[in-house]
């Protein structure tokens, strides 16, 4: 049976229905909350609203339609679509912790600055609660790479404020990584790794942190590798008995202004502790790495100091996790 215009969601006439019968929400502010803003819980959303334009942005069908019905309307049409969006905090969250209305209000951003001067506010409204949320966060990502400087200026203030929170959430942690690597103004991207790498040793032992320190060491930025090398001074070998926290000293191994606080570490643990880290799951993956890569870089005095101190305990590392030392350390006799 044909789809008509009538039980098509995606048709002009189903948009401009929805449009005309979803009022605004009364008291909505258009103001610009601070960094740390906690809304109060707005009104339920009357039932009394139609969920036409809901179901325009959330149904599971018709994305290219979507992209059709955005090419084809004027700029009046796309910003009403934007208010009724908008203009209710909770009516925007339902909306946006969709996988498709995510996906559908990312097409409407950068549209044109009327349109992205309603989304502002209502993102920045529940900023944290949009940028922890598994498909709204990406939302923020969006817009932190179409909104106009002063808007990406404001957002930025609103990420350093909560970026350990950010950080710390199994979503969070994602939009910050990707906020981070897209930042093109050098002052907030700064800050931002500022922030990651003074607080480097609690976020290294947090199960979504970690993956944040793992993100800006990958980037190879000299300045942020050795902020963290210094914040971690002294717990590498800690951080080394741990899955995640392994992960992140062999990544200090990569570049050599934060290989040697690594290895002076490995150097001044007691032999006891360095047998236990050879012979570990995670820990053996260190080690062995420290030995290549100094090795590698010719740093002759940190080779031969590894080498020297591990030799003497070889025969313990045989039937262990540290059987991969065992051959390196054999292949050097």
């Known amino acids: 049976m044909a789809i008509t215009d009538n039980n098509n969601p995606f048709s002009m006439s189903t948009m401009s ?20 803003f906690a809304p109060r819980s707005s009104s339920t959303v009357a039932d009394t609203r139609s969920n036409s334009l809901f179901n325009v942005m959330t149904s599971g069908k018709g994305l290219a339609q979507f992209k059709d019905i ?79 400087q002063k808007k990406q200026y404001v957002m930025y203030e609103h990420l350093l404020h909560h970026a350990l929170d950010i950080a710390r959430n199994q979503y969070g942690c994602i939009a910050l990584n990707e906020v ?55 717990h590498c070998v800690d951080l080394s008995f741990k899955k995640y926290g392994s992960y992140i000293v062999e990544k200090l191994l990569d570049t050599e202004e934060s290989m040697a606080v690594v290895v002076v570490e490995l150097l001044e643990c007691e032999r006891g502790r360095l047998t236990r880290l050879a012979r570990n799951e995670f820990g053996s993956f260190v080690v062995v790495k420290a030995l290549k890569i100094t090795q590698g870089m010719n740093r002759v005095d940190l080779f ?26 054999e292949s050097t006799i």
């Open 17 to 36: 229905n929805a449009l005309q019968h979803i009022p605004f929400s009364k008291g909505v502010s258009g103001s610009i909350p601070p960094p740390g």
């Open 70 to 148: 955005i090419s084809k309307s004027d700029r009046k049409e796309l910003q009403l679509m934007a208010s009724l969006l908008t203009s209710d905090s909770d009516y925007f969250m339902e909306v946006v912790r969709n996988i498709n209305g995510s996906r559908r209000v990312q097409k409407l951003l950068g549209i044109s600055d009327a349109v992205d001067a309603l989304f502002y506010p209502a993102i920045l409204r529940r900023f944290y609660h949009v940028v922890t949320d598994k498909y709204a966060s990406y939302v923020v990502i969006r817009a932190m790479l179409v909104f106009d």
């Open 180 to 234: 981070i690597t897209d930042a093109d103004d050098p002052f907030y991207r700064n800050l931002l790794l500022d922030v990651v790498a003074r607080n480097a040793l609690y976020l290294s032992n947090d199960p979504s942190g970690n993956f944040v320190v793992q993100h800006v060491l990958a980037l190879y930025d000299l300045r942020c590798t050795h902020n963290v090398g210094v914040s971690l001074h002294g």
């Open 304 to 329: 031969r100091g590894l080498v020297q101190k591990l030799m003497p305990v070889r025969h313990l590392l045989v039937r262990s996790h540290g059987s991969n030392i065992v051959n390196f350390l």
